[in-house]
């Protein structure tokens, strides 16, 4: 969701068929192609296919580009073991404005899926009119910036 | 002060060993008899990445060094030896014959067996096929699986923490797996008791596990969840182990952005990647993973 809130700020067009379904053909993100094969070799954890999707990342957007792309990679391989693995549902504004996107994207099939109760049909009317607010909303509701500026 | 210095303090103040006595046992090194393979931590400086064909950030090791030195540390329900063993089992289990039968079966509990294992483990078998579980098929555990873990001698707590330790390990491997690099050989354990350490305000919501309400992390973890009114379920997954949630914001903060960014779709400091981008790599890992948070 945040990668198509951060293209409607951006004034792109976001296809996130490259997310569910590594389709990257109208992504709008640069470079997506060598970005998910980077991912789904990491994911894959198969050397012969990670060195190759390393240097054809490496190719377009250098090193330390390709080194961030690692530790995103590194990060949600986390992440997802610990949603999966503590059955948390989904928060409940990300439920509402994400309703209808997860059903474009079919992850709503998923397993883990089972932890968060359907959307009813006023709860996607309210995620609709809630979505064009979510790039400056989120800004506001979530976490502060620390005043030291070096908190993680 | 540097970030990884605050983080060793905060260790440190809770009455755990320092630095220096890490070091201390890390000289003894050791290795692995079964299979010959570098075990520990030998006495050099971890995650030094100037033999590595990369000019990796130096947030990067900062933040890596310090989840090495707490993974040591009893933590507070598991000992540092014990945690030490949950690493060394997220490792064993990604070339699990067992791991690979159960991947490919209809139901992941239809298939019972051994896992291929550290030989002489500190951990019990059932702590051993949570590890596996959580490491090669997290999308497909239960709520009921959870909750009979507790029976098996594996409680709320260690369950968090184990989990903790879990993902600690596979974020950080992984990265070395992306960049070609060895794992780092993993630190040798410190001798200590757990703290036993629960948190207030846990609560039990719609979560298998209890998690501290937004706002209502106090005392000596009031520091989990800085400001605003909104905490997002999965930092706050973990806070049943408060030091699990620190880490998780440690790493991220260097592997992806801090979490007070998070929701801030344009934030992409000190990286070269655009934000979009970094989002796509989010996204395609957690769809590959059938992630559906």
């Not at chain 2, 067992?98 to 294992?117: N, W, Y």
């Amino acid at each position: 969701m945040l990668l198509r809130a951060g293209g409607e700020m951006a004034g792109t067009a976001v296809d996130l068929g490259a997310v569910t379904g590594g389709d990257t053909a109208n992504s709008g993100v640069p470079h997506a192609a060598e970005l998910v094969r980077f991912a789904e070799a990491i994911v894959g954890g198969d050397d012969a296919e990670i060195t190759p999707a390393r240097e054809a990342l490496r190719a377009v957007v250098g090193d330390a580009a390709m080194i961030d792309a690692a530790g995103v990679a590194g990060n949600f391989q986390r992440m997802v073991r610990i949603a999966d693995g503590t059955g948390i549902p989904l928060d409940t504004p990300v439920k509402l404005v994400s309703a209808d996107l997860r059903e474009e994207l079919g992850i709503d099939a998923f397993g883990s899926a089972s932890e968060t109760s359907p959307t009813g049909r006023f709860g996607r009317l309210a995620g609709r009119l809630m979505r064009p607010l979510v790039p400056f909303v989120a800004k506001r509701m979530g976490p502060k910036r620390p005043s030291d500026d070096s908190s993680v | 002060m540097k970030k990884e210095e605050r983080i060793g303090q905060r260790k440190l103040g809770r009455g755990r060993t320092g630095c220096d006595s890490h070091r201390g046992a890390a000289s003894h090194g050791a290795r692995n008899p079964a299979d010959g393979e570098e075990r520990y931590a030998l006495p050099m400086p971890s995650f030094s990445y100037e033999a590595s064909p990369w000019q990796i950030r130096e947030d990067l090791p900062a933040a890596y060094r310090a989840e090495w030195q707490g993974l040591a540390q009893p933590g507070s329900w598991w000992t540092g030896a014990e945690r030490v063993a949950i690493a060394e089992e997220v490792r064993r289990a990604q070339g699990c014959p067992l791991c690979v039968e159960r991947k490919q079966a209809l139901s992941p509990f239809s298939v019972d067996g051994e896992h291929a294992h550290a030989e002489a483990s500190v951990l019990s078998d059932v702590a051993i096929d949570t590890v596996h579980r959580l490491v090669t098929d997290a999308s497909r555990l239960s709520r009921t699986w959870v909750e009979k873990l507790a029976a098996q001698g594996v409680s709320d707590g260690h369950y968090v923490e184990l989990l903790g330790v879990v993902v600690v390990v596979i974020s950080i491997d992984s990265f070395h797996q992306g960049l070609g690099l060895p794992l780092e050989p993993l630190p040798m354990p410190e001798a200590g008791e757990p703290t036993g350490h629960r948190p207030a305000g846990l609560e039990h919501e719609t979560a298998w596990v209890p998690m501290i309400q937004a706002g209502k992390a106090q005392g000596e973890d009031a520091d989990l969840f800085s400001g605003g009114p909104q905490t997002a379920n999965v930092i706050r997954a973990l806070s049943l182990v408060p030091d699990a949630v620190r880490s998780l914001k440690n790493v991220s903060a260097a592997q992806y952005v801090p979490t007070w960014a998070v929701g801030d779709p344009s934030y992409s400091e000190g990286r070269a990647l655009e934000r979009g981008q970094i989002e796509l790599v989010a996204g395609r890992v957690s769809a590959l993973n059938e992630c559906f948070y």
